[in-house]
């Protein structure tokens, strides 16, 4: 008896499903939009190093930051953290530029980036403050991270690191118990969906051991007592211009685009001993989600799950009729509505003061009709 | 075939056949705004019928500012005729138009002469016929504006009839008639009333003061009042007075144009923007009594004044101080100073330099516009100086005529012999 209405259900799927492609059933929506429940993408990079010769850690950054922001990330979700000047440094042979490449292809200071947070601005005090939004009230907006739990964050730091420890500025250090920590503070904060956390530093992998707040997946650029290490140096330059491991990031990255499809282990994938001469390692256990089924622009990109209704499109069809279908009457006007002391009128869109409607015939008419009563005045005004 | 006549063929063939055969010259022309304002512009003329055919409220849009009889009985050509014969019949329209106002011109001419004939009881002969005729005819500006079919046309009709019934047919009240549906056409002409009542005064010997002033003024006021009531009959609202006199009493749609008006309210403070309106509306209505004054032919006195030249002079001030002024309105003015030929052009001293000045002021008007607004190298200091010296060339008209009818009246009244008239140095008068 039972598989009568089953079965009926199930066609009723299938024929929602082959007939109209825009006709959805509340539960596929609900399978979209449950897959990954973020609604904004934020992105934060930081680059710790002071110095002409730490050159890669910037030039990695911003190649990342120019890679967010092809991927649909707007400036005002992204937070960089830039702590030294490269591009105008004194010794720098090509002012006003950063490249990744010996080849220079790509400027990446170019003209159209914002950074938030800049030289000794970049400390550890801020960073903790950053992720957990504790700032004074006049702290501007622009440099907030203002996340909701809707919000899929992915936070990249590069610099020069250890075992636990993340140098900043050459000045101070920030440890793994702080940044779990702050994640925790987040988590409590509902400020999070997701954290994709990547680090590109020595001793990389040992910064997200300590964490311990769910939904994060974090990857590290090496192990513990390994180096990463930089890709290639720029003659013309005289610096490492990009390190290994972000080298092969954006390897695969260039590859992906705003609907590209790509999931994360293929990113992870790209880590092997022989690309990045150390031992990246990838923390999955507080992610919940398989990475094999995780987008890479859930992170990298802004891409929203867009559900499309069956809505009537017709403006004017809408304007002039109601829910129901029934024609509404026109030049509605609301009474005034007086709540004590305030009084709130709705007034309707076109209070246009005409008394009546009238059709265009009887207006020609009525014009008609004073050129009579104006020539008839003409022809008795007849003076001796 | 008379050489009025061919002047008369040729000037309407102009009007007729260059819009038939190429249309697009009327809209390319209704959107250089020297030429046409949004008062008067024939692009919102067609969006009226547009929205009259759709039963849309007229003046919903704030693009239509012409008073709803014009537009409601024009839009009968527009409708009931299927699309080419439409422009057709409107080129036509305009073209009977600047014909008849060219005929009645002819004979303002001649009444003229034959008024000053008799007062100053010398022979005086203007220019010939076929003269007037091709000043009005061939005018280019009162061409381009009739190719644009403006609608100020419709205002130099009714303002050259309201002065053909008055002088020709002797007639105060159908001249106020005509008045009143030129000033119900664009609010502009209202300050005529009083030039034309003085010329009424001193050109109808027979009739007395109370008669010519009071029935004039009533009959005016009746006019426009049967008017204003016909058009709130016909749109059901008093809307109709917002958009078309309110627009240019209080200068509500500030776009480039010709005038003085429309930079001072761009760049002003808004503080002082109800000052200026105020300022600019006097200064419209100011001049128009002392003009008539200083020109009135007082009977007790020798035959001194000319009320003619009172409403002349009366309506280039106005086209000067006027809130959204074509060259149209200068033109017209201009077509009606060769009637002036024998009293008061003898003694204009610098007619070389303000038709200079015209010129000047045509050639450069469009380039700074281009400029300022095209090209993006300009500002609108650019244009707006070239408006200034347009208002200045309205100024030396005035001064001009002015100094020569006086020095002519000074001649007059001092009965000056001819030979010392041109060692004559005026210095006061």
Redo the contacts between chains.
Sequence with gaps: MLVIPVVIYILSLLTAIIADPNVVTTDEAETIISESRHTNNWAVLVSTSRFWFNYRHMANVLSLYRTVKRLGIPDSQIILMLSDDIACNARNAFPGTVFNNMDQALDLYGDSIEVDYRGYEVTVENFIRLLTDRWDPDHPRSKRLLTDENSNIFIYLTGHGGNEFLKFQDAEEIGSYDIADAFEQMHEKKRYNEIFFMIDTCQANTMYERFYSPNILAVGSSRLDESSYSHHSDMDIGVAVIDRFTYYTLDFLEKVDKDSKQTMDKLFDVYTYQNVHSNPGIRTDLFKRDVSKVLITDFLGNVQNVVVDDVEKDILYNANHDEKGEVLAQNESKPIVSYSTIQISFDSE?D?????????EF??L??????L??LA??LT???A | MSKLKQVLILGGLVRFVIPTVLPQIVSILSSINEISTPVNSFKSLQEAFYY??H?I?LY?GGVNHNP??LV??L??FDDFLPQPLSAIAFNLIYTLIDLYITTILLKLNKWYNEHNSKRLKKELTGFNDDLIASFYLFNPLIILTNLSHSTSVFTFLFITESLNQLLIR?????SM?ALG?ATYLSFSPVFLVFPILALAKTALFKKDAKEIYFEGGA?FIS?LG??FL??F???????FLDSCYGTIIMFNKISPNLGLWWYIFTEMFQFFTPFYIGIFNLYSSIFILPLTLRLYEFKTTAPVGDSFLAVVLSYIWISFTKSYPTVGDLAFGLSLLPIFKATVFPYCKFTFIYGLTLLVCLFLSPIFYYCWIVLGNGNSNFFYSINLIWGAVHIFIIMDLLWGKLTYDYIVENKIPEGDREKLRLTQI
């Design positions: 076109d246009s003061h005409v008394l009546t409607e009238l059709s265009p207006q020609r009525a014009g008609l009709l004073t050129l009563f104006v005045l003409w005004a007849k003076q | 009259l055919r039963n409220n919903d709803p009889l409601v009985l839009s009968l002797k007639n105060v009240w159908r008639i549906l009959i006019t049967l008017l016909c058009s009959a016909t749109t059901a609202s008093f809307q």
